[in-house]
Structures are given as structure tokens and as C-alpha cells.
Nanobody
Framework: QVQLVESGGGLAQAGDSLTLSCAAS????????MAWFRQAPEREREFVAA????????YNAQSVKGRFIISRDNAKNTMYLQMNSLKPEDTAVYYC????????????????WGQGTQVTVSS
């Protein structure tokens, strides 16, 4: 079992930066693909960024490419999402997730989820 707890969400203005954290417990995340998803009201949960454990490469959704940076600190068992140049359309609940699989885009591939943290960006 892996427990995930997100933090760092809040209110921001367009153009601001926020950094989300995802603290894991129960098991080490160094053998898990870690990812961020988000869900806006009345919309499906969507992929934001992933950090597979088998590679140092990271993957971002096109909508956040060049603005968001995913990273992990395996020693601290924590993952981060640095969000720069925030836009109102980034408003959503952000979830971190962990998977032993390789299909990092598919939410159903993830075994563990955090409770989410709200990010609200005003124009």
C-alpha cells in the first residue's frame, strides 16, 4: 500500500507560480511511475505529467508543456509539480498517483491516488 498526500494548492493569479508536493508513505516510490492528473468541474480527469521510474525522462501534457515541471526526490519519497505561468484554464483539483505499470497516460493504470489539492487561477 502507498499513501499519497498532496499539498501546495491554493489561489493564484494568471502568470503566477505554484509548487505542488506529493508525499508518499508505506512504500518507496523509486519503483513506481509517479504522475499528476487534474480534474476540473464537469470534466474528466486528465493527465498532466508523469515521471516513470524506469527512466529519467518525464512526460507532460501538451497543455502544460513548457510551463509545468514534474520532479521527484526518491530520498524524501516525494514528488513535485512546479507550475509556472499559470492560466485560468489550469484551475482544477490536482491529484498525484502511483503506478507499477508503464501506461502513464491512462488513469486506470494507477493503483494509488491522493485526495487531491485545489488550484484556482484567476484572470
Amino acid at each position: 500500500q502507498v499513501q499519497l498526500v498532496e499539498s501546495g494548492g491554493g489561489l493564484a493569479q494568471a502568470g503566477d507560480s505554484l509548487t505542488l508536493s506529493c508525499a508518499a508513505s508505506g512504500r518507496a516510490i523509486n519503483t513506481y511511475t509517479m504522475a499528476w492528473f487534474r480534474q476540473a468541474p464537469e470534466r474528466e480527469r486528465e493527465f498532466v505529467a508523469a515521471s516513470p521510474w524506469v527512466t529519467s525522462l518525464t512526460y507532460n501534457a501538451q497543455s502544460v508543456k513548457g510551463r509545468f515541471i514534474i520532479s521527484r526526490d526518491n530520498a524524501k519519497n516525494t514528488m513535485y509539480l512546479q507550475m509556472n505561468s499559470l492560466k485560468p484554464e489550469d484551475t482544477a483539483v490536482y491529484y498525484c498517483a502511483a503506478s507499477r505499470g508503464s501506461n502513464y497516460l491512462d488513469p486506470s493504470a494507477y493503483d494509488y491516488w491522493g485526495q487531491g489539492t485545489q488550484v484556482t487561477v484567476s484572470s
